[in-house]
């Protein structure tokens, strides 16, 4: 038997101590996220207008002022959009036989080994894979969609990665529920495992587009490049929006400056409205709305 | 609707572990049957035998016959989730749909299965939620989900659940373990107006409650740590109580062990 005892100094001081280090490191890590912020919304906002939003550089010389960036957001949004509709599917469904079918066997650790090779594969070597065998090897020129397929092969694996995780947290208890009514089991996962992980699995969705959307290395050896409009992500070279900032950045002169930062600034503002959406339809979609 | 249940030389195995041993016993229809005996007598793995939940169960199987009616179970030109059908289960903890409304998950059963008109939908939920004795207390509010009811209430709701796709038969893993005594009592009144309709198997760590609602008892036990779980003894429940003709029976009814 021990007595019961004051809590002592030490221990006081020890749990104050600990208490400002966690603060510290708190503002430690919010200060770059703030202070790039800060410096994308100051230096973006001088060109962050109208024009900039509706208008491609064609015709716009090295120091020309004006000019715009709609074909580089066209281009990103056609690219993420084919990137995300290949590698969605493909991820959440193999997400979905890892944890409901492939359960330990060796086909299933044999994929899970090379998810996280892949989670490991610099995005310029995605883009020199598809350059190399989809420009070079079949011959196919440069488009948005060859970006596509770069892009999707770095989302894939974070994709995979997130659904599983969230599939795995679905309880057991649900699944058997679902079988003792006489429900079959792929019904189950379609209708009670993917709803009750809905929530979470968009997040992971989310946070690869996030990911992607920023990559420029895959896309210089993959879409090419563009001062023109391109609607087409099937047919020629398009533009980017990372392209659009590393191109704007590299000239000498502050009306490209300028152009690169309000790229910047509309790439970080499509990112967080994907995201926005992404909450609003898990919003909708959970449970505890209606109570 | 209800049927009797016969189970001859029934093993059931945990990948090379033996669970259960040589069970047979029959489960007569409109009528509450208990299975009592100490923890990891392999009571709930016997229960989930009887509806082929226990396959689910990577690396599970089973060996001998359990007829329905006559008609083997396990028959390898059966189909597994018609057999689930038939046989219905509620769970130790209640586990409604987290994503569901109380109205969807009473309809899952239906709704998951294949097409059913609406108004047939809503009147088969009303009839299993006033049949679990829940229409009462949450009819005003069937939008609402599932899991924001109390502990009883979800307990009952999984019943309903579970009544709503018509089974034979009724499988009750513990269904009172979670829960408070009048949720308890409420989900025992229940049984007894079930057992007009269908076959009812509970599994139960509770004595008073096998006494109270069962109509046959039967006292599960194992030999040993490690060893299979083999049924000691079954009788009605009345002489069960009162005189088993088994010592461990006796035994684990006054409380001696277990």
Redesign the interface.
């Known amino acids: 038997m021990s007595a019961i005892q004051r809590i002592s100094t030490g221990r006081r001081i020890k749990d104050r101590v600990v208490q400002g280090l966690v603060y510290l490191a708190f503002a430690l890590a919010v200060v770059p996220l703030i202070s790039v912020l800060w410096l994308v919304i100051q230096n973006g906002l001088a060109r962050f207008d109208l024009e900039f939003l509706t208008h491609s550089m064609r015709g716009i010389g090295a120091r020309d002022a004006g000019g715009g960036a709609y074909h580089a957001i066209i281009g990103t949004l056609e690219q993420v959009l084919l990137a995300s509709v290949i590698a969605v599917p493909i991820g959440v469904l193999t997400a979905i036989y890892l944890v409901e079918y492939g359960t330990g066997g060796r086909l299933s650790r044999t994929i899970s080994f090379f998810v996280d090779v892949m989670t490991g594969v610099p995005s310029i070597v995605a883009g020199l894979f598809i350059f190399a065998f989809w420009i070079l090897f079949l011959g196919i020129p440069f488009s948005g969609f060859a970006g596509a397929l770069a892009l999707s092969i770095l989302m894939m694996p974070t994709v995979v990665r997130s659904a599983e995780e969230m599939l795995r947290l679905v309880p057991n208890d649900l699944r058997e529920a679902s079988y003792a009514l006489g429900v079959p089991k792929w019904r189950t996962i379609l209708k009670v495992v993917l709803p009750t992980a809905l929530t979470g699995i968009i997040t992971g969705v989310m946070l690869a587009i996030a990911r992607v959307a920023g990559e420029t290395a895959p896309l210089l050896l993959t879409v090419f490049f563009t001062d023109s409009i391109n609607n087409d992500p099937f047919n020629g070279p398009q533009m980017g929006l990372p392209l659009y900032v590393f191109d704007q950045a590299a000239r000498p002169n502050d009306t490209a400056i300028d152009r690169a930062w309000a790229g910047a600034l509309t790439l970080i503002l499509i990112v967080m409205l994907l995201n926005l959406v992404a909450r609003l339809i898990a919003w909708w979609r959970s449970p505890s709305r209606a109570r | 609707m209800s049927k009797q249940i016969q189970v001859s030389g029934l093993d059931a195995y945990y990948g090379s572990h033996k669970a259960i041993e040589d069970v047979s016993m029959t489960i007569e229809p409109r009528s509450v049957t208990a299975f009592i005996g100490p923890s990891g007598c392999g009571k709930s793995t016997f229960l989930r035998t009887l509806?082929r939940?226990h396959e689910?169960i990577?690396g599970a199987r089973v060996e001998g016959k359990v007829l329905l009616d006559g008609e083997d179970l396990y028959s390898s030109d059966i189909e597994p989730?018609?057999?689930?059908?038939?046989i219905?289960?509620v769970?130790q903890?209640p586990?409604?749909?987290?994503?569901?409304?109380i109205y969807e998950n009473v309809a899952?059963?239906l709704?998951?299965?294949g097409r059913v008109s609406k108004s047939e939908t809503d009147g088969i939920v009303e009839e299993s939620l006033k049949g679990a004795n829940l229409w009462n207390e949450i009819k005003d509010r069937l939008?609402?989900?599932g899991?924001?009811l109390s502990g009883g209430q979800q307990q009952r709701l999984?019943i309903a659940?579970?009544i709503a796709?018509k089974p034979q038969v009724l499988l009750m893993d513990e269904p009172c373990s979670a829960l408070d005594p009048i949720s308890t009592l409420a989900i025992e009144d229940l049984m007894t107006k079930l057992k007009d309709e269908y076959t009812i198997v509970i599994v139960t760590h509770n004595m008073q409650q096998a006494a109270r609602v069962s109509d046959r008892t039967a006292f599960f036990n194992l030999a040993a740590q490690g060893q299979p779980g083999k049924v000691v003894e079954m009788d009605d429940t009345s002489r069960m109580f009162t005189n088993p003709s088994q010592k461990a029976t006796e035994d684990y009814i006054t409380g001696r062990f277990g």
Do not use: E, I, Q
């Open positions: 509806n939940m689910v990577p989730v018609s057999v689930r059908r038939a219905g289960m769970f903890r586990n409604p749909f987290p994503t569901m409304s899952a059963g709704k998951l299965n939008n609402k989900p899991a924001g999984c659940r579970a796709v």
